[in-house]
């Protein structure tokens, strides 16, 4: 069975950083891309950025992009989201996803973990 | 807003049939990109129903169907049931945006 777990959300001052993390298993994790994607309390999904299966290709949001930088380890089937400069609006429910590709554009996600939240608040 | 536009919301009573768009543009949909389909059921992780435009995942009940047109795609629910009452989201990759996009969900009420 293909299992996702998020961890290292948590209150977090305007500013500063959180690293989070995506532990994964139940499937060749080297084969696929990974994606984040968050959910802002009692709103939408939002795609947050998404990393093929090499590292060899990685995209952002604009809302993250230059702020947030993804990336794996696939010897550690882990995936990972540094955050800096952290805003307010940055709050939500960050989901790891797996991708249906080892390619990082055109996937869909499935499936996903149940998320780690992330509060941005003074 | 939503890169892709979803109705807010929609409503049916069991047993009827049910339809959510997902308007795009030719930069995602358009373009020939493939559209997902989400359900969020209160409280959990989103759930891929649809991939490829119109095929169903194991487990999916048959209820479910896809299809895309256009600069648009809609998801159909027949025969609908209380257990269906959920959000649903599209999902797209965008060209210009180099990314996916989701559409802003649709709340789905069984009455």
């Known amino acids: 069975e293909v299992q996702l777990v998020e961890s290292g959300g948590g209150l977090v001052q305007p500013g500063r950083s959180l690293r989070l993390s995506c532990a994964a298993s139940?499937?060749?994790?080297?084969?696929?891309?990974m994606h984040w994607v968050r959910q802002a309390p009692g709103k939408g999904l939002e795609w947050v950025s998404g990393i093929s299966w090499n590292s060899g290709s990685i995209g952002y949001a604009d809302s993250v992009k230059g702020r947030f930088t993804i990336s794996r380890d696939n010897a550690k089937n882990s995936l990972y989201l540094q955050m800096n400069s952290l805003r307010p609006e940055d709050t939500a429910l960050y989901y790891c996803a797996k991708g249906s590709l080892p390619a990082a554009y055109f996937n869909w996600f499935d499936p996903w973990g149940q998320g780690t939240l992330v509060t941005v608040s003074s | 807003q939503s890169v892709l536009t979803q109705p807010p919301s929609v409503s049916g009573a069991p047993g009827q049939r049910v339809t959510i768009s997902c308007t795009g543009s030719?930069?995602?949909?358009?373009?020939?990109?493939?559209v997902q389909w989400y359900q969020q059921l209160p409280g959990t992780a989103p759930k891929l129903f649809i991939y490829g435009n119109s095929n169903r995942p194991s487990g999916v009940p048959d209820r479910f169907s896809g299809s895309k047109s256009g600069t648009s795609a809609s998801l159909a629910i027949t025969g609908l049931q209380a257990e269906d009452e959920a959000d649903y989201y599209c999902q797209s990759y965008d060209s210009s945006l180099s990314g996916s996009v989701f559409g802003g969900g649709t709340k789905l009420t069984v009455l």
């Open positions: 139940g499937f060749t994790f080297d084969d696929y891309a």
């Open positions: 030719s930069s995602n949909i358009g373009a020939g990109y493939d």
